[in-house]
């Protein structure tokens, strides 16, 4: 992953040459290839870059990146998976490039079709386009939300960066927890966009572009809707076209993710989702390199199923074990290293430390397939219950009093909201998958 972030104001940046190694300071672990920084002519913009080489790794890819007149700039974060194509169409237009890069393809298809071209581009980015002769800045974000980009919009000043750190310890934005960021944690373990746990800074919404000109008017846009890609898929009620459609959409987009100028890895459990990646990318790319966190003395450790796997497929396979004292003696770095509060950050902290100290600087994940395939057994408990329909309201009762006996009180909160929410899908998910009911929210947060 790259890092990017920067400043604009209405007047000159004071200390603008500070402020930009501040944020790269705050960025460094995202990118140890490179690093630099652009200073617009005014002195009102500022773009910092740290640099992950994966596609072009030449000196000549390097950000921020210009066009040859110099009035266009771009900083950027992620992969474009099809720039090859949109190179070609370009050129076919006779648009000239100077690298082999995607960010040069990016920055092109910006400057000659416009943010709504975005619409084309197959990858994951958070991106900077800077027009100087304009003096506007845009920001944008892929379709999925794959590459976070954080913005704090204050008076007279936007800034952003890959992630909100930076911008607090650049001091663009005030440390004032976000009371509506923190309570949504707590109801699902993860904070949904455009909250986060910082007031006055905002997640960028994917599949969305947002510009500030020099005269102060801001335009939004939106380039894609993720909810379009369901459009006249499959349905489930014909088995084998959805089976076929879901084997070839898979193939192709592992295949997509394994284009780079760099090996590429791939996270490895004995989860379906991340052992069907690993199968797929094993025949696109034969000795494709492993990885698994085994955890000391614990029932959840997948170690030996996942060297099964990988010794079924014939990857080059390594196995990182952690027990108790290493989380201990890495907590604070740890700490440092998890941007907003997640209940999912320990593990992919290690897996990515070991790939990283194995020299492989792109992995594939299985991160949201248990989401999307419905892997957890809490998405085969919900149809059971809402098929019981009246009989499950009269056995609620019985059930949620055994089951706290048995269990204990803390499981009471949960049971209660299924008790009372029995019919509705959407309170009853709640209650399978949620962190903190709202029965509890009182105690927690005060009557407020």
Excluded at 383 to 391: A, Q, T
Aim: with cysteine; aromatic share 6%; glycine share 10%.
């Amino acid at each position: 992953m790259c890092g990017i972030a920067g400043v604009l104001s209405h007047t000159p940046i004071v200390e603008i040459g500070a402020l930009g190694t501040a944020l790269g300071r705050a960025l460094a672990h995202r990118g140890p290839d490179d690093q630099d920084t652009h200073e617009s002519s005014d002195g009102r913009a500022l773009l910092v870059h740290q640099r992950l080489s994966i596609i072009d790794c030449s000196p000549a890819a390097r950000q921020p990146m210009r066009t040859a007149d110099g009035r266009h700039w771009i900083v950027y974060n992620g992969e474009v998976y099809n720039h090859r194509a949109l190179r070609q169409s370009l050129e076919t237009d006779g648009v000239p490039f100077l690298t082999g890069s995607d960010t040069e393809v990016l920055l092109q298809l910006l400057v000659h079709r416009g943010p709504a071209a975005l619409d084309t581009v197959r990858g994951m980015f958070a991106l900077a386009w800077w027009d100087e002769a304009r003096g506007a800045l845009l920001l944008a974000r892929d379709r999925f939300g794959i590459k976070p980009l954080y913005v704090a919009a204050r008076a007279g000043t936007i800034a952003y960066a890959s992630e909100i750190r930076p911008l607090l310890d650049a001091g663009l934005v005030p440390k004032n927890v976000d009371a509506a960021g923190i309570a949504a944690y707590l109801r699902w373990g993860s904070i949904p966009g455009p909250l986060t746990w910082i007031a006055g800074v905002e997640s960028l919404t994917p599949g969305t572009w947002r510009q500030w000109t020099s005269d102060g008017a801001t335009r939004c846009g939106q380039f894609a809707d993720v909810r379009d890609l369901w459009t006249g898929a499959p349905s489930g009620d014909r088995p084998e076209e959805f089976r076929a459609c879901v084997t070839a959409a898979l193939d192709d987009s592992v295949k997509a993710h394994l284009v780079a100028d760099v090996p590429v890895g791939v996270f490895l459990s004995s989860g379906v989702d991340s052992a069907l990646l690993a199968a797929i990318a094993s025949r696109h790319a034969p000795a494709i390199r492993t990885y698994t966190v085994s955890v000391a003395d614990s029932q959840l450790d997948e170690a030996a199923d996942a060297r099964a796997v990988a010794a079924a497929l014939g990857t080059t396979h390594e196995t990182l074990r952690i027990d108790a004292p290493d989380v201990g003696r890495d907590w604070p770095h740890l700490f440092a290293h998890l941007d907003q509060p997640t209940g999912d950050g320990v593990n992919t902290y290690y897996v990515a430390r070991a790939v990283r100290q194995s020299g492989v600087k792109a992995v594939l994940s299985g991160i949201g397939g248990d989401e999307m395939f419905g892997g957890y057994p809490s998405f085969r408990r919900l149809p059971r219950l809402l098929r019981l329909g009246p009989h499950a309201r009269s056995l609620a009762p019985l059930a949620a009093a055994a089951a706290t006996f048995a269990m204990g009180e803390a499981l009471g909160p949960r049971l209660g909201h299924l008790r009372d929410h029995l019919g509705s899908s959407g309170e009853m998910y709640r209650a399978l998958r949620g962190v903190v009911m709202p029965a509890e929210f009182s105690g927690i947060a005060g009557a407020r």
